[in-house]
């Protein structure tokens, strides 16, 4: 990774920390609106279901198929999430899963020492470090050669800066709308552009490394993938990392009754009405052999 796309990569995590900061000092002043909310909670649902339903159960692992239309937007709002263009974001997953928790892997907690110090410096190269040093970029060459292939995938990565600017508007725009004041729209960019670019971004990358390390391990994957129940929701689903790693290519990622996954509902409900076809689902009797396997390594 080059000087300039380092320095890219900081500035896109230090400058949404900063206006969180001064967002915080603005609802304590009591600026906080209904408005801003809203924008906020759009803004984090249609930029976290473009990541997760699109640049990861789409593009990367094809646990469905869409026509143009839905695969455009689905990228397009993955692409406003911000964390990086989309046949970059799809190589550096597939590598993980090819090195899951070994050397090569490009955002392991494990392996970077031992004892409290080893721990925690594993948790922040998972987290954050991997990505502002720069130094675990995958080849999508060798990685995402589909989409190298794939004219509609080449035309969003190409043009990720657009995505990313039209989120902004998006939040700005909303923030018109609903208050019908200039004010009111730099609120809602504020709140919907800053502050949910913050959010979203940590959500995501909570997954390489607290879902790496804490949590439970119904399935024996042989890395440290694990389930997290709290995280769930705030990543839509993605938290059930351990039930993901099992069964990489199914579109539905909480597998038991009470495991939320709204990503998996986006595309049941996209199933139902004839827009996803060819969903990938896993029979109940592979699921509880793979359970009851781990299970029976766990007595012995």
């Not at 976290?48 to 026509?67: I, N």
């Not at 990622?253 to 509902?265: A, I, K, M, T, V």
């Not at 969903?279 to 781990?294: K, L």
Request: charged fraction near 15%; proline fraction near 4%.
């Amino acid at each position: 990774m080059s000087r300039v796309e380092q320095a890219i990569n900081v500035a896109v995590m230090v400058v949404p920390l900063c206006l969180l900061g001064f967002a915080a000092y603005r609802a304590w002043g009591g600026a906080l609106h209904w408005q801003d909310l809203v924008a906020l909670f759009v803004l984090y649902t249609l930029c976290g279901l473009g990541v997760t339903v699109g640049f990861h159960r789409l593009f990367t692992h094809r646990s469905f198929k869409t026509g143009p239309a839905l695969r455009l937007l689905f990228g397009a709002l993955g692409s406003a999430a911000i964390e990086g263009p989309l046949i970059e974001w799809v190589a550096n997953h597939r590598k993980h899963h090819q090195l899951s928790d070994q050397p090569g892997d490009p955002h392991s907690p494990h392996g970077h020492g031992s004892g409290l110090r080893g721990a925690l410096r594993g948790l922040a190269h998972a987290h954050l470090g991997w990505i502002l040093r720069g130094d675990a970029a995958s080849d999508p060459q060798r990685y995402a050669k589909d989409l190298l292939a794939d004219p509609l995938a080449r035309f969003i990565d190409a043009t990720f800066l657009l995505w990313a600017l039209a989120g902004l508007a998006l939040a700005f725009g909303l923030g018109y709308a609903l208050s019908g004041t200039l004010a009111g729209a730099l609120e809602a960019l504020l709140w919907g552009g800053a502050v949910r670019i913050f959010l979203l971004h940590h959500a995501t990358f909570s997954i390489n490394s607290l879902c790496h390390f804490f949590g439970k391990t119904p399935y024996d994957t042989g890395d440290q993938s694990r389930n997290l129940t709290w995280l769930a929701l705030p990543t839509m689903g993605e938290a059930w990392h351990n039930n993901h790693h099992a069964f990489p290519t199914s579109a539905r990622h909480g597998l038991g009754r009470f495991q939320l996954d709204p990503s998996w509902w986006t595309i049941s409900a996209l199933a139902r009405l004839g827009l996803a076809r060819e969903v990938v689902r896993v029979a109940p009797e592979r699921i509880e052999q793979r359970r009851a396997a781990a299970a029976g390594r766990s007595a012995a």
